[in-house]
């Protein structure tokens, strides 16, 4: 079955405890993104990848960071969480840029 | 830049009345558009989209949408409402060339009267 899986679904931390949300596609999907989705702000998108090594910032790039070694592999981490980083959190590829994105069920973080 | 505007972040409309989502959008060059619809505790799924040909487009569930380029517009519609409908939609522009990403609005939850 064609997926984005994410992991974890849940996670409630503490500010500064070094976090990673794990994501994998199996559609050997090239184009790989992830968003924040906040009330009223609908989705933000934090950093995408064009393909294995080459990642770039997107809208809210700010105490995020990223890598892309495989191609169906695209992790989140968050040095040092802060309360703001509270959010739902999705993963989404495609198979090319302006293509169709398939999302993740999404990570709810809450950061204290 | 590419912005999308949806009107109402709350729309209410009775069992197997008209569903209308509004979305206008506003992009430097033709844009693909999309309608993507979020349940309770899942991730996004694609309705429909737009990128060349017909402006009226139809997607799943009896959803359709029609891009109309003087207006900036690409509202979305179904005509008879089903309490199964009752979710998040979310309206979503990228720009034809060099696109890099999806630009959404900020969502419209529709809730189903009984």
């Known amino acids: 079955e064609a997926q984005v899986t994410q992991n974890p679904r849940y996670l409630i931390t503490v500010t500064g405890k070094k976090l990673t949300v794990t994501c994998s596609q199996n559609m050997n999907h090239e184009y790989m993104s992830w968003y924040r989705q906040d009330p009223g702000l609908g989705l933000r998108q934090i950093y995408y990848?064009?393909?294995?090594?080459?990642?770039d910032k997107g809208d809210v790039p700010e105490g995020y960071k990223v890598s892309r070694k495989e191609k169906r592999n695209f992790p989140l981490i968050l040095e040092s969480p802060s309360p703001n980083q509270t959010s739902l959190y999705f993963c989404?590829?495609?198979?090319?840029?302006?293509?169709?994105?398939?999302f993740g069920e999404g990570s709810r973080l809450t950061v204290l | 830049a590419q912005s999308v505007t949806q009107l109402g972040s709350h729309v209410s409309v009775s069992e197997g009345a008209l569903v209308l989502l509004r979305c206008n959008y506003s992009?430097?060059?033709?844009?693909?558009l999309f309608w993507y619809v979020q349940y309770p505790n899942q991730g996004l799924q694609l309705l429909l989209k737009y990128t060349t040909g017909a402006t009226l487009v139809k997607g799943i569930n009896g959803f359709e949408a029609e891009f109309k380029k003087s207006e900036t517009s690409f509202h979305l519609t179904k005509p008879s409402a089903h309490m199964s409908d009752a979710a998040e939609y979310f309206c979503?522009?990228?720009?034809?060339?060099?696109?890099?990403?999806?630009?959404f609005g900020q969502g419209t939850r529709l809730t189903i009267n009984p």
């Open positions: 979503a522009v990228s720009e034809r060339q060099g696109a890099q990403k999806l630009v």
């Open positions: 992009s430097s060059v033709p844009p693909y």
């Open positions: 990848s064009m393909n294995v090594e080459v990642t």
């Open positions: 989404a590829s495609s198979l090319a840029v302006a293509g169709e994105l398939f």
